[in-house]
């Protein structure tokens, strides 16, 4: 048991248990709203972070959800109190979410550090939030503890099964192609999400929850529950309820996080088929814990690890059925010969003991380390002179004969020329062309939207192709799927070689190897180079602006200048 800290050691303590006159002002206020010292004195004061709104359907529950976790905290004898945060509705909120995920790091840190909390849940789960949460619990360096929102039930259309994102691109195709009705259309519209909860295939959400489970940031075998199960709120009240004990202990997240947690979380992204999103998050997150990650580490770790969970978009089944078959902690019980179980977690145990009795109950949903799902890892590295800092594929979401490709591009300057130009009937195209959609990157997009998986043209759907060779420096919801290549880096719009992709030049990639190759001279490059001009900024003022200004390329996690590193968050002062 480590030294426990005593009531005058908490940070809360400078606020409320001394005599000056500013913590009269403090516990006034307190009293102002009906507290009283038996509710503070001498105890945790936790920070309930909570990204819930009446926006984000995915964290619809989190406001009783935030009721549970109190009465967890009160059950251990801390001070709970709920702090809002920015919601960052995945679907609703444009540009993209991803150009607020530094956003909600930042808000995390300031809020926790600004106020007068000893530790802290964080709530959310919906693709941006968790990576941004943990990004700014990382920094700040209080306990946290993190509670995912969980998935949403299947979709059900007509007794099909009906999965986030995926069936919608998949549908929206077949009435591109004329193949359901506008009625048909409107019924997958009422059936494709049923429930409060994430997305629930295996896209960012799933992933980046699984991912905060596996670097051990939740309680055990969280991250699968189902957000309308009635584990959940259970799960919620033991949240609560550790946290406490983790502010005595001092459990904060320098003490677990190690090079060996994220190299867990890597396998377990590779073993679960996850988003190629969670590359740009786990860099990100791992650069604030002082821990060098870079892409090079993914692909090492992909060859090593095959996909064992048998669930879409790389798969078959959803997330509720990964739950019935074990969820995360069945899914890690076969990965075990691959995992460090002596890594940390908040339980104060190892993710081995946090591992004890877990099973697989449904083998067709998680397969073994004998009879992957699919051999080909989750995700690819492929470097060469149209990406000298990297790019990714998901192989195992790709149709197999694309993986080994060269063909003619077609190339958009950005995504509105992509939209006006893809269904044009007079569009010179085959099913062996290369799309290329310039623009889409950190600064380009800004925000680097998912536009990466770029629709296929309407002549080439109607006859009935389904895949081919995508190329831009965007990201791709973790719902998509395709040979899309993604995270070109540097990206276009800074003058990466994407920027001088032409029409009719040849890309040849090899999945196998690693590489990608533009078929264009050096010195063709170079005239190329000398005539491009950069494109005028996107933003002049506010966030925009200052992002912009500070991101970071996808293969340094898209995070700010300013926030990488672990320098300590300095304490305000209080007077
Ligand atoms: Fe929230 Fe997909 S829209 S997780």
Known sequence: MPNRKTAEELRSHRWLGVGDLRSFGHRSRLRQMG?????????????????????????????????????????AGGFPIELPAMSLSEPIVKPSAMLYRNFLAME??????????????????????????????????????????GPMLRGNWRGEVLGSGSDTWKYWDEKRAGRITEEQWAEIENGIARSFGTCMVMGTASTMMAIAEALGFSLPGASSILAADSGHPRMCAASGRRIVDMVWEDL????????????????????MGGSTNAIIHLIAMARRAGIALDMARFDAIARDIPVLANVRPS??????????????????????????????????????????GA???????????????????????????????????????????LLKHRGPVIAFEDYNHMARDIDRDDLDVTPDHILVLKNAGPKGGPGMPEWGML??????????????????????????????????????????PLALVRTGDEI??????????????????????????PPAPRYRRGFGAMYAEHVGQADEGCDFDFLQGTAAVPEPEIH
């Open 359 to 401: 099973q697989v109950y449904l083998r067709p949903v998680i397969h073994t380390l004998a009879e992957p799902v699919s051999k080909a890892g989750a995700t690819a590295v492929l470097t060469g002179n149209l990406a000298p800092r990297g790019c990714v594929i998901k192989p195992s979401a790709a149709d197999p004969r």
């Open 508 to 533: 040849e990639i090899d999945v196998a190897a690693r590489t990608i190759h533009l078929h264009v001279s050096d010195e063709e490059m170079t005239l190329r180079r000398l005539a491009w001009t």
């Open 252 to 271: 904060t997240p320098a003490r677990f996080l190690t090079s060996a947690s994220f190299d867990n979380a890597i396998r377990v992204h590779m073993a």
């Open 35 to 75: 507290y009283d010292a038996e509710d503070w004195r001498g105890k945790p004061v936790i920070a309930i972070v909570n990204t819930w709104s009446d926006i984000n359907q995915c964290h619809a529950h989190l406001r009783e959800r935030a009721q549970d976790v109190k009465r967890g905290v009160f059950q």
């Open 108 to 149: 995390t840190e300031e809020l926790l550090r600004s106020h007068p909390v000893d530790g802290a849940v964080l709530m959310g789960g919906c693709d941006k939030t968790t990576p941004g949460l943990l990004m700014g619990a990382i920094s700040m360096g209080i306990p946290a503890i993190f509670v995912p929102a």
């Open 455 to 496: 629709p296929i043209p309407k002549k080439l759907v109607k006859a009935g192709v389904k895949d081919m060779v995508r190329i831009s420096d965007g990201r791709m919801s973790g719902t998509s799927y395709g040979a899309c290549i993604l995270h070109v880096a540097p990206e276009s719009f800074v003058g990466g």
């Open 315 to 356: 798969g078959k089944y959803l997330m509720e059925d990964f739950f019935y078959a074990g969820g995360l902690r069945g899914l890690m019980f076969e990965l075990a010969e691959k995992l460090d179980l002596a890594a940390g977690t908040v339980t104060g145990r190892t993710l081995g003991e946090g591992l004890k």
